[in-house]
Every structure is written in C-alpha cells, then in structure tokens.
C-alpha cells in the first residue's frame, strides 16, 4: 500500500509541474514562490525539530559501550568504540557520520539445519547508504556551480574529479550514475527482502521516490531535454541573493527537476530524514562512557520513596538481634 | 545534562553551510550578476535556431567533431536544409568573431570546461 | 537448579521456524498469549507494597484486563510526560528510517521468526502511537503514515512484546543511530506500570527488594545463616575456618553481589569464591543484610523504581563508614551501578576513591562513583602476582566465556574477566566473534523473563547463545561456560541443558578460588562443588 501510493503521490507531483509550467504557465510560482517557500520550511522546520530534541534532557548518560572500557593502565582501552574523553566521542561520533561505522559491522543470522545459526558478514546496505549519502553530497556540492557568482575554487575541485573519465558530452558524472544504482539497490532490498518489507511504510517508499525522481529528472536535463542552463543559473543566483527573476525558455524538465527537489525540502523536517539531525544527538552514541569517572547529572532527578535503614531494622530489630547482628537502636 | 550549548553551535553551523549560496552572493560575490556577451556574427542565423544552438551546441559539435574524425564527412545538413561545412575554425568562430565574448563568459559563468581548445588553436583576431 | 523442561518440545521442533513474516499486515496481527511465552502478570500484594497503581488480581488470557477507567488518559499522559524527560526516548521515536540493520541482531527474533521481535517492529508497536497522538501526520494521514488508535489490543501487545524483550542492547549495537530498544522497552514496560500491568517475576523481587533489602525476601538472620553456612562448606573443603563480616562499621569496603549468589546454585560457588578470596587477603571488608543485594529489578520497571531500590547502597556505605564499595559478579546490577547509581543517588562525596589495599591501585576509573568491579579488583591482585594460584586444578574444565549483556554493552566490561579466566584455568577458549563482547547474546531470561512459566520464550531466545556453546563444545570439548552474571548463572543452565547439553555453569570467582592456594589450606581433594579435583579422582575412590 505505502509503496504504491508514494509512487502514485511523485507522478502527480509531475504531472503537477506539467500543468502549472507546460500549461498554465506559472513560471514565477513554480520558480520562485515555491522554491522560496520550501527553503523557509527546510529551514525553520529543521531548526524546530533538533530545537524540540534539545529542549529534553539526556537524564543519564547511556552510551552503548562497543569496546573496552577505560579501567586498567595495563588493559589497552578502546577510546573509539567505547570513548573515555570528548576526544574518543568526537572520533566516535565522525567514524558514524561519516563512514557509518555501526552499519558496517552488519551481520546476517541465517538458520540451518542442526538447529544452527550462523552469522555471515552483510555489507551491501553499508556500501550503498555509505555510497548514496556521499553522492548525494558530492552532487550538492557541485550544482553550486549554479548557485554562486563567482564559483568557489574546490566547486570547479569536485567537479573534474566526478567527471574524471569525461565520457560523452555533456560529461558523465559518477556520481549520477553511483546515486542512481545506490537508490535502486534501497529500493529493491526493500521490496525484495520479506522482513524489511513486512516493515516499510509509505514514509519509507515516498522519499526513495522523490530522490530518484530529482536524480532522474537532474539526469535526463543533463544528457537528454536539454535546458538552458544559463537562464538556470541566472534564476537560481538571482533566488539566493533575493533578486528573483523569472526567466522564460528553460525547459519544462527543470521545473519537474526543481519541484520535486522543493517537495524534499519542505518533507524533510517532517519525517525520517531527520535522522541527518537526530544522530548528533543519540545519547548512546555521543556520550562517553565515564560513567564512574565524572558524574552525570540529571536535571529532573526528583527525591522517591526509599525504604530507610531504620525502617528495615525496626522491623526486623528482634531477629537481628537473636542472631548477634549489630542495631543501631538496642 | 543538557548539551544545548553544543547543538546550538551545530544548528548555526549547519544554517551557515546551507545557506552558503545566499550568504556568499550576498556578501562576497556578485549578487544576482548576469554577464553580458555579445552575439556578434555576420549572418542572419546560425546553422539550427538560437533555442537549438543554446541548448544543444556542445551535442551538434560533438557530433560535428566524430563525423570529421572519425568518417571524414564534412557536410551538414541543417534541419531547414541547408549545407554546412562541419569547422569550429571556419564556419562556428568565422561567424562568432569573439570567443572570449561569446563562448568564455558564458562557459565560465556555469563553469563549464569545454575541451575544444585543447586541440582547436584559436583564430587570430579571436583572441583577447 | 534444574529446571523441568519436559514440557518444551525437542529442538528439532522448536526450530521449525520461519524466519519469513506472514503476508498480512503487523496491525492486523493480533497478540496471542500462548503458553509457555508470557510471565504471569504482577500480583496485587506486591504492587501494593510499592504503593503502584492499579493492584488488582488478573491475567493476560482474560479478554477484560480491568484497566483503570481512564486509562487511555493516563498512557497518553504518560507517554508526553517521558517525550518531555527523555531526549532519548523523543529521538527513538523519531528517527529510525526502518534500514532493517536490526531485525535479525535480536535472539528472540533469530529464535521465534515472530517479526514483532525484530527490534525495529517492538519499537513500531510504540511508535505507532506515537505517530497517531503527537505527530500531525499520523493524525491526518492514520495508517499511511504508520500511526494506529491506541487501544486495548495494543496494550495487550505491548505487554506481550515488551517483555519478550531483555534489555540487552543488542540492536542498539548495529543501529546506524544507535536506537536502543532497551530504552523503549523501559518506556513500555513503565507506561504498562501506570495501569498496574506488570509481571510478577519482576515485581515480587521489587517488592522484596524494597522491605527485605534483597530479591528473594531473605531477612538479616536469614542471611547471616546462609554465609555461614557456607563458610561451614568452605572449612570442611580447605579447612580454614574464615569469618564473615556483617553489617560491620568501620569496614574499608562495602561489599554488595546480586542476592542470586547467595540463593541457588551455581552461584552459591561464586558467593564462597568470593569469601574465600577475602578471607586469603584479610581484607577488612563487609556484607550487609539492608543492602543485600546489588541487582536492581528496578531496572525491568522504571526509572523510580531503579532509583528506590539503587538508594540503599550509598545510604548504606555512608551508615557503615565505609571508604568505597565493591560489586560483585552480575549484569544488570552493573548497568545501574555504572550508568544509573550516581546521577540517580549520589555525589558519593563522603567515599574516597577506592584504592586496593592489597596493590595500592587507585581504581581512577571509579573515582566518581567510588564503586569497583570484583573482576577489575581481581585483575588487580593477580597482575600484582598478590595470589598464590594453581590454576592445574581446573584442568578438568574446558572453559568459554559468556560477555553478560549489560557488562559488556553497558560498561565495556571485556578484557577483565578474561584475564581473570586465563589465570585460574589452563583450558579457555572463545565462542565465535559474532557472539561475544560487544556482540553478545542473551541468555534468553534477563530483564525479568527469567521464570519457568515462560520457559519456550526463554530456550528460543537462548538458542542462539546455546548455539554458541553447541559450537565450542563439538569443537573444544568445552564443558564450562564462564559467565559474570547471576541472572546468566540461573538462566544458562536451562539453555545449556537444552541447547548444549553437558556444559555447566559457572562464575568466574568460582573458578578464583579452586584455584586460590590459601595460606594454612589442607590438600583439596575436590572442588567447591564437591567434585573430585583432576588427579584426586582415585583418592575420591579408596
């Protein structure tokens, strides 16, 4: 169900851009007020939700320990995967963002005959999350090509090498073509594989889509409708320095291109996208485990009913007693 | 515990990179700068329409380029049909006079490296 | 202990399983209370001695759970009150984008195929809740957006799955977010005690926890009989009479085990291990019958409750006079001791930082929290050369070693008991890398599952630990499994003796102290279990 309406919601998203742009013509609706628009919601909704996260307390410090504690000077601790100062977290925390360290020590149980489990090494969702996420950024990275007047040295940097095997003209970007592949392979795991599709939801299958339906469209304008790249610039610049102009003639595949990236924007507070947020934030992951070293204060830590040890011996003072315990009240 | 200090910091880091476009034109660039080339040509209309030629001049001389090379075919037939000898040197710059004008500030403004001229010397009187 | 397994089909069978979930749909699933794969629910008594709501006689079977009027009320309000004091729980429920890394990382999972074990699906149980009654999607959009009524049935099936859960932070381990499922279980398990649903396996130790100051409601004379009792079986085995300090004042160091120790075997030849290795370093040391127990049920009920029960062991140190505190071999006991017992109830400002006053050693790492782990002082002694050893009195014992979830996901517990183990025993051998040390799995029975009425639950979740033993058993000849947990030592034999029969149980300092070579000992004949040491058997014989 979730997946067909996602696919159903991003054709009408096309559609959509169809009408408004190849029909109507609402160029300036579709090129300025709705980008404008889904900038605003990206940010303000983005700034929100990690503002909500922070507003609650991390009440104690519950870091999930992968290694060694810090204990022994003869026991060599493991200041990465169970980090004893800010420096070991801040490691910890940069080998998760940036190389998704957890993900990587997947591991697939299967069961056999005996009855036996194994557990065989599994690194393709590794691969093609560790593979999406960096083309996705690469690919960001480089349409600000688009963005800025004049372009920042290491744009032109990330550029050559992306397109470092000039294949075709327009050249070929890897990082289309590893994006591409990256999305497809979610995709399919999802559908292929019984459990992970017994869990998605429409809110799983929707952003694949949309994605694939930016890199698509981003793709098909490069190499095949072609657009007037010059008038995109001009309308993005002019958008990012608050002069916007509504240029005539850039070609219908642009404006699909632009929607379904302004729908992602306006989406992305509201749903699982903010786990780029939310991982900062991960007290099992972002806190060192000191426990016993420094004291981890909790903010709501309020006074409970406790049973006193005067309550106790009151109540078992004769038996103590009987058996020579010492009492603090004879 | 309540590392609020900390996120702050992250949300103003992550604002600052997002908004880096908007900022950098702002501030350091030129802002909502458009560059002005010339067309300057002694004809009346290039080989296929302006649309056309905006759009696909990179493809048309690509494909240009793979007929001489590679067939030794040297004839194009316009889609109105008229006939072009396939030559940056000599039909494309004969006309457009001014690459630095008409081809650079245009490659440049999107940062488009073309690799024509790591072959193709550029014509006298074309050059700054 | 053993248990009667009498009634849990032949392996073969259990492990008829599909790993594969049904076509329909998880909401339209309902939960069916089988037997053999729930605990009984939480008897009134106890619920009203910890002055808990909703203390009524009742059973999950039953179609009317007598919930209280309000009760949809008091979860919702309960549940924003956790959203607003947990970034945690707040984060779980956000962010997870169903990467599926989890589903198979879970033992009842690998051992039931029931998808609702897949950690990422007993989390959606509540995050579907939470979807329909604080996020806007969930409102206008219901079931598209994964967002469900909260209803009875769900009740019903939080409770079922919230304890088919052990808290062991597998999952969390392979989670791209680090997601704990043991933190949304806690939130469940504690949104189900506002409605007085509870189990009784956790429930009644709670309750006597609270008044006795153990588990298992033993009082002070009680207790004392118990130690020296056992002090009896350590003078008939070594002859050397030892004393057992009690509720002394002026001791240097409060000692404090899991009350598992003291109750039933095989930790009872872990709390004499202890004992003796006290007694060989005279170490002015004290047991107590308020604070008799380290573990904490509190954890498999709420954060209160850890808090009420955890209070007694600083307030206890600080009646005593003692200068820091000592822990001994248990798992969940040491979570609370490493992660809770100092936010909760300190600053422990009238201990000092504990230091070994056989070695010198300032445990730094234990500087705040003044509290230490039997296996880090231990480790101590030993790397001192402070211990006469003969660890060839093991010979007979094919070792491997069970990292406890908690020790080793919650404190980083690795290296020490393993050195520990190498020096008292010739014949250590690990399982394989996916399941032990960070990777380990569960004994199937923590987190208050531990209960023979829910005992199929138990050996499923087991097997994939069981298997691990299996493994080195067939290819080492391995006959013990080492473990630092007293929940471990009760719940592995069971699974032992179903899934790798012939493997025993046994607690590190059991091995310490067959192997401890006391000043003025008399020629041991058999171990502290009464069995003929390798060599002796002839002598046993005559």
């Known amino acids: 169900m979730g997946l067909w309406f996602s696919l159903f919601t991003v054709v009408i998203l096309v559609l959509f851009v169809f009408m408004g742009v190849g029909v109507v013509g609402l160029n300036s609706l579709f090129g300025i007020v709705i980008p404008y628009a889904a900038l605003l919601v990206f940010l303000v909704g983005v700034v929100y939700r990690v503002g909500k996260w922070a507003r609650a307390p991390v009440p104690f410090r519950i870091p999930t320990t992968c290694g060694q504690q810090k204990s022994h000077p003869w026991i060599k601790a493991n200041n990465l995967e169970s980090p004893y100062n800010t420096l070991g977290v801040i490691v910890r925390m940069a080998l998760e963002v940036l190389l998704f360290r957890s993900l990587f020590r997947n591991t697939r149980a299967e069961l056999r005959d005996g009855p036996r489990v194994v557990y065989g090494g599994t690194k393709w969702l590794w691969l093609a999350g560790l593979a999406f996420h960096w083309s996705f950024l690469l690919i960001l990275i480089r349409h600000l090509r688009f963005f800025t007047e004049p372009i920042p040295f290491f744009v032109n940097l990330f550029e050559s090498m992306d397109g470092l095997f000039e294949i075709g003209v327009p050249t070929l970007y890897m990082t289309d073509i590893i994006i591409l592949l990256a999305v497809t392979y979610l995709f399919l795991r999802r559908v292929v594989i019984p459990q992970i599709r017994y869990i998605s939801l429409a809110a799983d299958y929707f952003p694949l889509f949309l994605i694939l339906g930016v890199v698509l469209s981003g793709v098909l304008m490069r190499h095949f409708y072609k657009v007037d790249i010059f008038k995109v610039k001009e309308l993005a610049t002019g958008l990012f320095s608050f002069h916007p102009v509504v240029t005539e003639g850039i070609g219908l595949a642009f404006y699909i291109h632009l929607f379904l990236v302004c729908t992602l924007l306006a989406y992305f507070p509201f749903s699982k996208l903010m786990h780029m947020g939310g991982v900062f934030l991960s007290p099992t992951r972002n806190l060192a485990n000191n426990n016993r070293m420094r004291r981890h204060v909790n903010p709501w830590n309020y006074p409970v009913k406790v049973h006193t040890y005067e309550e106790y011996e009151d109540e078992f003072r004769e038996k103590m007693k009987a058996v020579g315990l010492p009492v603090e009240k004879e | ?128 | 202990m053993s248990e009667d397994l009498s009634n849990v089909p032949k392996p073969d069978e259990l492990m008829r399983i599909e790993h594969k979930p049904p076509r329909k749909g998880w909401m339209d699933v309902p939960v069916d209370f089988k037997p053999g794969t729930y605990s009984y629910p939480a008897k009134a008594k106890n619920l009203k001695i910890l002055d808990m709501p909703n203390p009524r006689e009742w059973s999950p079977t039953d179609e009317d759970w007598k919930l209280p009027e309000n009760w949809k009320e008091i979860v919702r309000e309960g549940f924003k009150d956790r959203l607003d004091k947990y970034r945690s729980f707040q984060l779980f429920m956000d962010i997870c984008v169903r990467c599926g890394a989890c589903a198979d990382k879970c033992h009842f999972f690998i051992g039931s195929g029931d998808p609702k074990n897949m950690p990422v699906l007993r989390a959606e149980l509540m995050r579907s809740v939470y979807r329909k009654e604080f996020t806007t999607s969930g409102k206008i959009f219901g079931k598209l957006a994964g967002a469900r009524e909260l209803t009875t049935d769900v009740i019903k099936e939080w409770f079922y799955y919230f304890y088919q859960c052990t808290e062991c932070r597998r999952c969390s381990v392979f989670c791209p977010y680090g997601i704990d499922t043991a933190e949304i279980t806690m939130m469940g398990r504690e949104l189900l005690h506002l409605l007085g649903c509870g189990i009784n396996w956790a429930m009644e130790p709670v309750a006597n926890c609270f008044r006795t100051g153990n588990h298992l409601g033993i009082q002070p004379h009680g207790f004392k009989d118990t130690l020296e009792f056992f002090a009896d079986d350590i003078e008939d085995l070594t002859g050397i009479k030892i004393n057992v300090p009690l509720n002394k004042k002026g001791a240097d160091i409060l000692f404090v085990v899991p009350s598992g120790d003291y109750f039933g075997d095989p930790g009872t030849y872990t709390c004499m291990g202890y004992m003796m290795l006290f007694h060989e370093l005279g170490l002015n040391y004290t047991w107590s019958t308020y604070a008799s127990e380290g573990g904490n049920f509190g954890l498999f009920t709420s954060h209160e409750m850890i808090k009420r029960l955890n209070a007694k062991i600083y307030a206890e140190a600080k009646r005593l006079g003692v200068k820091w505190i000592l822990g001994g071999e248990c798992g969940h006991m040491w979570r609370v001791m490493h992660q809770y017992m100092d936010t909760m109830n300190g600053p422990a400002d009238f201990l000092e930082v504990p230091t070994s006053p056989i070695t010198g050693t300032r445990f730094e790492n234990a500087k705040s929290t003044k509290m230490v782990h039997i296996t880090e002082f231990t480790s101590d002694l030993m790397k001192h050369n402070k211990l006469r050893l003969d660890p060839g009195r093991n010979d007979n014992l094919i070792v491997t070693f069970h990292d406890s979830c908690n020790p080793a996901r919650a404190m980083g517990l690795i290296e020490e008991p393993r050195y520990v183990i190498r020096k008292v025993c010739n014949h250590f051998h690990e399982m394989p890398e996916n399941t032990i040390k960070e990777q380990t799995f569960c004994c199937g029975g923590g987190a208050g599952l531990g209960n023979d009425e829910n005992m199929e639950m138990r050996l499923r979740g087991g097997f994939p630990r069981g298997n691990a033993v299996r493994h080195v058993q067939e290819k080492y000849g391995v006959n013990r499994l080492a473990c630092v947990c007293a929940i471990d030592r009760a719940t592995l034999v069971p699974v032992c003796d179903y899934w790798a029969p012939g493997v025993e149980v046994t607690g590190v300092h059991e091995m310490v102290a067959n192997a401890l070579v006391m000043k003025g000992e008399k020629e041991r004949t058999t171990d502290l279990r009464g069995e003929p040491l390798p060599g002796k058997e002839e002598v046993e014989d005559e």
């Open chain 2, 1 to 128: 515990m309540n590392n609020r200090g900390m996120i702050i910091a992250g949300i103003i880091i992550f604002l600052c990179m997002i908004t880096f476009p908007i900022w950098y034109n702002v501030v350091g660039g030129k802002a909502a700068y458009t560059p002005e080339f010339k067309i300057v040509s002694k004809e009346k209309q290039c080989v296929e329409s302006t649309k056309y030629m905006r759009a696909k001049h990179m493809q048309l001389l690509n494909d240009w380029r793979n007929s001489v090379v590679r067939d030794g075919k040297r004839t194009y037939t316009a889609l109105d049909g008229k006939k072009y000898d396939m030559s940056l040197s000599n039909t494309c710059l004969n006309c457009h006079s001014n690459k630095a004008d008409f081809c650079d500030k245009c490659h440049n403004y999107v940062e488009v490296t073309p690799t024509c001229w790591n072959c193709h010397v550029v014509p006298e009187g074309n050059k700054l």
